[in-house]
């Protein structure tokens, strides 16, 4: 052991030895509480050997202790612990004011059941208090869910201390706490956007706008003030930051503040727009504030940087119109530019294939060129390209197409030049240089035209489109004649594209027939056509007639391949229907069938057409033939199941025939984009139908109320008399309080009475009406509401009169004021008194009773309306209270100006209200026209007049010169659009062209205006003053045989106008129908059933047509019109069906008694009236 000691000490002396050599000695001295506690040790040492056994004792006493107090702990620890539950808090959030939803509960949800039983889904009476108190009631939704519902909306950034007393829960609960905090939901400012506005109309119109949207609807003084907007040049060398004038706008809410600062010109330079908002502004009522301030830089772009070029790309665009594939250079620029502006600066060349310095580049692959090798040397090689401009939707636009052609692969070289200006005046720094490659042209397909009919007395061929293919391989399938009800029962999809599900498919169906057609090389991107004749698939080797229902397919395959399979092959199917006959069916409310069949070659119905209704097997369920007209009527279908169920309807005619399949989706004609709204027809022609009304609609506790009751039926041909009905009369808590058996009268006409009592409660009572089963309410009829309110005289009056004299015209909204008058009941003004107000302003149309055949205008109609409370006052010792209403922040424009203002008495909560209304505009005088006739069917080539008059807010007549008048046609072209994954597609869109400009002045007594109808379209005329402000728009449209434009959606919609709304029986109604193509249709009159109905056919795409209204055809019906295409029409591309419906009223003259009713203006008390 002394070895290994020696050993150890030998080894620490040297380690230490060595460690001195290699850092050096260190000494170190402990501090002085070191040796404090060194010397107090040594005292306690001391101590302990000089009394080792009162040392022992008195450590034993502290180990004791120790001990004692450890297991004193731990077994009061282990005690059985009272049980406490706890509870978690869900603040509430903002109520949903966009929906006008209630305000959000404070919802307490305990850890275990805490409720007492009596209270459960009840409120609680007492024993909850919240600092500061807020009106509501605390309601218990389960045994452990305690909620607060307020009666308002909770303010903003309330914090609320809540104590609960021990009757809240269940006696033997012991909460672990009761009492907490919350807070009311959070008032938040933040920033929707800032931008860099620039006015669609107006071009010298700049500004910036920002928007903020608050959780809480804000304070519009406290906002205002908060509002920092100041403007600051980018250059060094200017100066420095001006403050920014600027108007605030709201929504109806004020949850929304919309911030445009001044017009601002166009600067030299960029300059920014600088925004701030403090974090002190409060929300309306509330003494809360933002959470954080919000600031906002908005870039004005100087004179050369705000117009640039965004892009500039070749794209192949599908063409509607040719149904082809056309190549479009579209450039792309960052502001609105004129179009002609742009085609006047556009030019492109076609570059050479191959650069002059490298003439060994391969012939396969153009030279790709870039701008800078581009010189005038070698433009003088290049082609230059004509561009075909693409029209635009607006005169200036951001997207501008020019159609060319070029071979694919080659290389163009395009130039903007700098000369071009946008709509607001901002230039080109430079011209600009592109170098493109003409893109490839996708390899297609397709079965050309629409639908699925060919005629069967044309030549029977269809027509295939192929691009950039080798060949193209036809299928042919021939429906068998015993498997035309499979094909319907076993597909399902559209009807030119039937799927079929299962192992069940064409081949189940057909006999199939392959043709494999090589296709000569074209030019890549020039389309080839492939006629394919299906005339000699229509009979058998013997001759024989077979049933023209082929189910084709054509794909794209390679003849110097034929066997390979491709799986990027284009393909295209459709169900093709040889046959001359059309077939249309009308289901009628009782479920009756009505069918037309028409000739498609002639356009004229089929009469002695055989028509079947063939069930699931095969079997034909009804027959029958069409009438001279190709009508035939059937029963009802309802209640056929199994084998029996109708599939599709069969028609037959000389050999021809052609089948509509039932209950196909793709096969009803969809008429919800057209006028069709209104109460649905009743399926029972019997069924009843009550009308209730009362003779005042208010009552106060103790009146009777009188309930009148019509009954009648559906057709009103049923005898009701002694008919029994029960009423019940329901009170504004929802008891009922009255059941009264009625017994009809001979016309249906009966009379209600109930007395309310004097206690009854206030509300809205409801007066039903049901028929009786079994001695009870069964089957609900009708019901009206009255209102039980009481009546509490005023001891104070209020008026409320506007600073500018309001006359039946309209006053200037700068500086409008209103000054609210109360006085007591004796005419002594009332001092100090509380007086809120409020403004609506609703955007309006002007209309004066003067002028009431007039029209008028409104140059800057607005698209929403505004709602502001103003600040309450007090009234002066007068009695009087001034408001200024501060109209200028509000957009220009024509509003409906309501100031509501309500006056509370010096004590109590009770108000008197009193209101105004005027029209307000900025306007200093209005334009306005009667026509002599509607103006939606002018007859072509008819005189029909306008007579223009302009008037001054005081509505008296003025003359107005400096004005213009300008005609222009309302025509609808294919322009080029930009689409979500950044691709181009031509769309339909309305587009005015001017026809021509003349100067305007019109008179004090009027002008006359002749309409120009010389040929059939929309047209327009538009009158402006000298600042080109538009002051009246008038459209019309001529109706007549001739071609017009219109949409160039394949599926679109006839164009329907009648020549009025509303017709006597017997009278003619005269349809201005707009076709996309000429042909043939069938006009109905229906609405529970078809009334009338005529054939009749069109060679021009407008054209008049007329149908009788049926004498015995009384209330309200529509007009329908179904168009077949004319087989001989060049419109192959568009569907061969449009259709469209327009409403009609029939005049109730033969159903009305005049009643004229004359009453003096002024009668005096005692006086009798008669």
Do not use: C
């Amino acid at each position: 052991m002394n070895k290994l000691k020696a050993l150890l000490g030998l080894f620490f002396g040297l380690l230490l030895k060595g460690l001195a050599g290699l850092f050096g000695v260190f000494h170190w001295q402990p501090p002085k509480w070191l040796d404090a506690i060194n010397n107090w040790l040594h005292r306690v040492f001391d101590a302990i050997a000089k009394k080792p056994l009162t040392s022992i004792l008195v450590l034993l006493a502290i180990l004791i202790a120790g001990a004692s107090s450890w297991f004193t702990y731990h077994w009061w620890q282990s005690r059985p612990q009272p049980v406490t539950i706890d509870f978690s808090i869900q603040p509430p959030e903002r109520a949903d004011l966009e929906k006008n939803a209630p305000p959000n509960p404070l919802v307490v949800s305990f850890a275990g059941s805490v409720a007492p039983l009596a209270l459960v889904a009840k409120d609680v009476p007492e024993g909850i208090s919240m600092n500061p108190d807020i009106a509501g009631h605390w309601h218990w939704q389960d045994d452990k869910t305690l909620e607060f519902r307020p009666d308002k909306e909770w303010p903003a950034g309330q914090e609320y201390l809540v104590k609960l007393e021990k009757s809240v829960t269940a006696p033997q609960i012991k909460l672990a706490r009761r009492d907490f905090t919350f807070n009311g939901p959070a008032f938040t400012a933040t920033l929707e956007k800032a931008e860099f506005y620039q006015d669609p109309l107006d071009p010298v119109l700049k500004k910036a706008v920002i928007q903020l949207r608050f959780s809480h609807p804000v304070g519009s003084k406290s906002l205002e003030k908060n509002i920092t907007l100041s403007l600051k040049n980018r250059a060094k060398d200017l100066k420095q930051a001006e403050d920014l004038s600027f108007a605030v706008t709201y929504d109806t809410l004020k949850l929304n503040a919309f911030i445009h600062s001044k017009p601002l010109p166009v600067p030299r330079y960029d300059q920014q727009v600088n925004f701030t908002l403090t974090d002190k502004v409060q929300p309306g009522g509330s003494d809360t504030t933002n959470d954080a301030p919000v600031n906002a830089s908005i870039l004005v772009p100087g004179l050369y940087n705000g117009l640039t070029i965004n892009d500039v790309q070749l794209t192949i665009t599908p063409n509607k119109q040719t149904q082809q594939q056309d190549q479009v250079l579209v450039v792309s620029t960052s502001l609105p530019v004129h179009e002609q502006k742009m085609a006047e600066n556009l030019e492109a060349w076609l570059l050479p294939r191959n650069h002059p310095k490298y003439p060994q580049n391969d012939d396969t692959t153009a030279y790709p060129w870039s701008p800078d090798e581009v010189s005038a040397d070698i433009l003088k090689l290049s082609t230059r390209l004509p561009l075909q401009a693409v029209p635009a939707e607006h005169e200036f636009t951001g997207i501008h197409g020019f159609r060319l052609q070029a071979d694919v692969g080659r290389q163009l070289f395009v130039k903007i030049n700098k000369d071009i200006k946008s709509f607001g005046g901002y230039q080109l720094p430079k011209a600009e240089y592109r170098t493109l490659t003409v893109p490839e042209f996708p390899k297609e397909l397709r079965i050309l035209g629409d639908g699925s009919l060919l005629t069967l007395s044309g030549e029977k061929k269809i027509a295939l489109m192929a691009r950039d293919l080798p060949g193209v391989k036809v299928e042919l399938g021939r429906v068998l004649p015993d498997q035309l009800q499979n094909l319907v029962s076993q597909s399902s999809g559209h009807f030119g594209h039937p799927d079929f599900s299962g192992d069940f498919g064409q081949d189940n169906l057909s006999e199939r027939f392959e043709i494999a057609l090589p296709l000569p090389a074209q030019t890549p991107g020039i389309p080839i056509y492939q006629p394919v004749d299906l005339s000699g698939y229509m009979s058998d080797a013997q001759g024989n007639n077979k049933r023209g229902i082929f189910l084709l397919t054509v794909k794209s395959y390679d003849p110097a391949r034929p066997d390979d399979y491709n799986d990027a092959e284009v393909i295209d199917k459709r169900l093709i229907l040889v046959t001359d006959l059309g077939t249309l069916v009308k289901t009628e409310q009782d479920g009756s069938q009505v069918i037309f069949v028409q000739s498609i070659q002639t356009g004229q119905p089929q009469a002695g057409a055989d028509v079947d209704i063939i069930g699931k097997n095969g079997l034909a369920l009804f027959s029958g033939q069409t009438d001279e007209q190709g009508k035939v009527r059937f029963p009802k279908l309802s209640g056929l199941e199994r084998e029996r169920q109708p599939i599709f309807y069969r028609v037959k005619f000389n050999g021809d025939m052609s089948f509509l399949p039932r209950e196909r989706e793709d096969r009803k004609l969809n008429f919800s984009r057209f006028g069709i709204e209104g109460e649905a027809n009743a399926k029972d022609a019997n069924q009843l139908n009550a009308y209730l009304f009362s003779d005042r609609g208010i009552y106060r506790p103790g009146d009777t109320f009188h309930i009148g009751i019509i009954v009648k039926t559906e057709n009103w041909l049923l005898p009701l008399e002694g008919l029994p009905l029960q009423a019940e009369v329901t009170d504004a808590r929802g008891l009922v309080v009255q059941k009264a058996g009625i017994n009809l009268g001979v016309a249906g006409f009966n009379e209600l009475s109930y007395t309310t009592l004097e206690s009854s409660p206030t509300g809205n009572y409801t007066v039903s009406l049901y028929t009786v089963k079994d001695g009870h309410s069964d089957q609900f009829l009708g019901q009206t509401k009255v209102k039980v309110e009481e009546f509490q005289p005023d001891r104070i009056k209020t008026t409320a009169v506007f600073s500018k004299p309001v006359s039946e015209g309209w006053v200037h909204p700068d500086d409008l004021k209103v000054t609210v008058n109360v006085q007591n009941l004796y005419g002594a003004p009332a001092e100090a008194r509380q007086v809120e107000a409020n403004i609506t302003l609703k955007p309006a149309l002007p209309a004066f009773k003067r002028y009431s055949d007039y029209n008028f205008y409104d140059p800057h109609y607005a698209k929403e309306g505004f709602d502001e409370d103003l600040t309450a006052a007090q009234t002066d010792n007068k009695g009087n209270a001034v408001f200024d209403l501060g109209l200028e922040k509000y957009t220009k424009a024509t509003y409906q100006l309501h100031f509501f203002t309500r006056a509370f008495e010096a004590k109590g909560g009770r108000s008197v209200a009193a209101e105004a209304y005027t029209l307000v505009s900025d306007m200093p005088f209005l334009v306005g026209y009667k026509a002599d006739g509607a103006l939606n069917f002018v007859a072509k080539d008819a005189k029909r007049h306008l007579q223009l008059i302009a008037i001054d807010p005081q509505v008296q007549a003025l003359a107005a010169d400096n004005l213009s008048v300008e005609l222009i046609e309302r025509k609808v072209l294919s322009v080029l659009t930009r689409q979500t994954d950044n691709t181009y597609k031509y769309e339909s869109r309305a587009k005015e062209t001017s026809l021509h400009k003349d100067a305007l002045a019109i008179p004090k007594e009027g002008l006359d205006l002749p309409l120009d109808s010389a040929t059939p379209g929309d047209y327009a005329y538009l009158v402006r003053n000298a600042d080109g402000l538009l002051l009246s728009r008038i459209d019309y449209s001529v109706a007549g045989a001739g071609n017009v434009s219109r949409s160039l959606d394949r599926n679109a919609e006839l164009q329907l106008t009648l020549d009025k709304p509303e017709y006597e029986p017997g009278e003619k109604i005269a349809i201005n129908i707009r076709a996309p193509y000429t042909g043939a249709g069938l006009i109905t009159i229906e609405r529970d059933k078809v009334y009338n109905s005529v054939w009749f056919k069109a060679d021009t795409q407008a054209s008049v047509q007329t149908i009788e209204v049926p004498k015995e055809l009384t209330g309200n019906a529509y007009v329908t019109v179904q168009y077949i295409r004319d087989p001989g029409s060049d419109e192959i591309f568009m569907s061969p069906l449009s259709y469209g419906v327009a409403p009609f009223k029939i005049s109730l003259a033969r159903h009305t008694q005049d009643l004229k009713l004359d009453v003096p203006e002024l009668i005096k008390p005692g006086q009798t009236l008669t």
